[in-house]
């Protein structure tokens, strides 16, 4: 079982509605969650960092966190297709290291 | 978000030789800094962790004769890697991560594409 599971898609999505991206996770002890965006051919963008369970909100971006489920969410308002690109849940336990999902691509079409 | 620089952004070298990349903190003193590749559609894969004034630690599978890494001092890390064949070419991306209170944010460099011919 991978420590950090992602659907790698692609999730299709028409300009303008909601993405909705989930990750889970196997380590209990995570204590630091992270979303990053990742175009192709370049490095991973840091877009959502949170750490306690809830919903927390960064413009058209929403991060939900339920520790009991070990569930962790990315919600994208208002889907533009600069927003078609890879997206990668990280999960931090008590260390250094961040643990990566495998990424979900996301395709915004027109 | 701080800021991560990565020289050079893109490498060719022929086969044996030895290629050295560096990566900045440009705006934040980072103790420690990460080493990542990534082969095409392919996820990124934690190579090392890179401590200032102390020997870096390597993730299961990495040579460390092969991938040599200098952390020496708070806003710089170097990989150098040794004696290059096709097989190493791939995408090198590092990563520092900022201590803020409660929260430890970790941002990517742009990194840096490495063609062994």
């Known amino acids: 079982q991978k420590e950090v599971e992602q659907n790698s898609g692609p999730l299709s999505v028409p300009e303008g509605a909601i993405a909705s991206l989930n990750c889970t996770y196997s380590d209990r002890g995570s204590q630091s969650f992270f979303w990053y965006r990742q175009y192709s051919g370049k490095s991973p963008e840091l877009i959502m960092s949170?750490?306690?369970?809830g919903d927390k909100e960064d413009g058209r971006f929403t991060a939900q966190l339920n520790k009991a489920s070990q569930y962790v969410s990315l919600l994208i308002r208002d889907s533009q297709p600069s927003d078609s690109a890879t997206y990668l849940c990280a999960v931090r336990a008590a260390g250094n290291k961040l643990t990566f999902g495998g990424g979900t691509r996301v395709l915004v079409k027109p | 978000g701080a800021v991560v620089s990565q020289h050079p952004s893109w490498v060719i070298c022929k086969s044996g030789t030895s290629v050295k990349i560096e990566c900045r903190s440009l705006?934040?003193?980072?103790?420690?800094m990460f080493w990542y590749r990534q082969f095409p559609k392919q996820s990124l894969m934690l190579m090392a962790t890179s401590n200032e004034g102390s020997k870096a630690t390597y993730e299961q599978g990495v040579e460390k004769d092969k991938f040599l890494i200098n952390h020496a001092s708070l806003t710089l890390s170097t990989l150098t890697v040794t004696s290059a064949h096709p097989e190493d070419s791939s995408f090198y991306i590092c990563s520092a991560r900022i201590f803020s209170g409660l929260n430890n944010e970790q941002f990517f460099g742009p990194g840096t594409r490495l063609t062994v011919l």
């Open positions: 705006d934040f003193q980072a103790t420690t």
């Open positions: 949170i750490y306690s369970n």
